[in-house]
């Protein structure tokens, strides 16, 4: 996955180019183990192609979110335009100020107010 000329390589090589690497935090693999760490404005996720993906992934998500959301608006972002319902069920605790689909990128902005 980290080979040259893979995906995540050309990220890490952008991201230097385009001066955001400090900015940016790129978890490949397992997610749960970084909940803690960092405070989130955005959160992309890759692993959300399906119904059964987001289920999958929504307790990390959440504890992710629920970090991040006591101190600003947190955005969530994924490659499943399909993803507004199950999201919006994911996220239920929150208010939704926003939500657009770009491409196949869907993307939902949650709050507390």
Do not use: P
Not at 77 to 91: E, I, P, R
Not at 98 to 110: G, H, R
Request: proline share 0%; net charge neutral; glycine share 4%.
């Amino acid at each position: 996955m980290d080979s040259s000329g893979s995906m995540l390589n050309c990220l890490h090589g952008q991201l230097f180019q385009q001066n955001l690497h400090h900015n940016v935090t790129i978890v490949a693999g397992l997610t749960k183990n970084i909940v803690s760490m960092i405070n989130y404005h955005l959160i992309w996720s890759y692993a959300a192609r399906n119904e059964d993906d987001i289920i999958k992934n929504a307790d990390t998500w959440k504890r992710l979110v629920a970090k991040s959301i006591k101190e600003h608006n947190i955005i969530f972002c994924c490659h499943y335009v399909g993803a507004g319902k199950t999201l919006t069920n994911v996220f239920n605790e929150y208010r939704i100020l926003s939500n657009v689909t770009v491409d196949n990128i869907y993307a939902i902005e949650l709050s507390t107010d």
